[in-house]
């Protein structure tokens, strides 16, 4: 049986459970869940699918993440486990939750403004889904620095040392009231 969850996702119950408590292998602060990635997770006769949707599709943690899944579903006791991807919809940090985002900030990690939900609604609903390879979408929006909160200090002065971070999705800032670096997960 499959019960609809927030955000189009849907749940088997305990094999929801089970995948969505998978730490992310590069923000083990989050699960799988807490991301956004965890996209669904059915149950049809004795095979269990779980649906992932990587922040990116070349993002080079996914095969981690599928293991992860597979290993964890198995280890609770079921024995056909299938893990796929799914990129359409999109993913965007709009799918990320309010626990996420909290968990972001207490690792000193500034978490992402949120936007319009596009990555949950935003999807064709099949066929190709069109993809912007400009700015992030916030980069026209007052600037860099407009908005971003220090998960250390709480301080808004703040500027972008680097685009580019320890991760493809995060970027390397600086607060200037505290003087202290802190990485930020980019908007998409």
């Known amino acids: 049986m499959v019960t ?24 083990p602060m989050l699960t ?8 669904e997770v059915t149950e049809d006769g004795g095979t269990v699918t779980a649906w992932l949707t990587p922040t990116y599709s ?9 293991a992860d899944v ?23 940090t709009d799918l990320i939750t309010p626990d996420g985002r ?3 900030a207490e690792a000193g ?5 949120p936007g319009g939900a596009s ?13 912007s390879l400009g700015p992030t979408r916030f980069a026209n929006a007052g600037g860099p620095t407009a908005l971003v909160t220090c998960p250390l200090c709480g301080g808004t002065d703040t500027e972008e040392l680097s685009r580019f971070g320890s991760t ?4 390397l800032w600086r607060c200037r009231d505290c003087r202290e670096p802190f990485e930020r997960v980019k908007e998409i």
């Open 4 to 27: 609809a969850v927030a955000g189009a996702r849907a749940s088997s119950g305990a094999a929801w459970a089970v995948a969505a408590a998978v730490p992310d292998p590069e923000l």
């Open 32 to 39: 799988l869940a807490d991301l956004g990635v965890l996209a």
């Open 58 to 66: 070349g993002c080079p943690a996914v095969a981690e993440m599928a």
């Open 70 to 92: 597979d290993r964890r579903l198995r280890a609770a006791g079921y024995a056909d486990v299938r893990v796929r991807l799914r990129l359409d919809p999109p993913w965007s």
């Open 102 to 104: 909290r968990k972001l």
């Open 109 to 113: 990690i500034a978490p992402p403004r």
């Open 119 to 131: 990555g949950a609604a935003g999807g064709s609903g099949g066929g190709s889904t069109p993809l």
């Open 168 to 171: 493809a999705c995060k970027a």
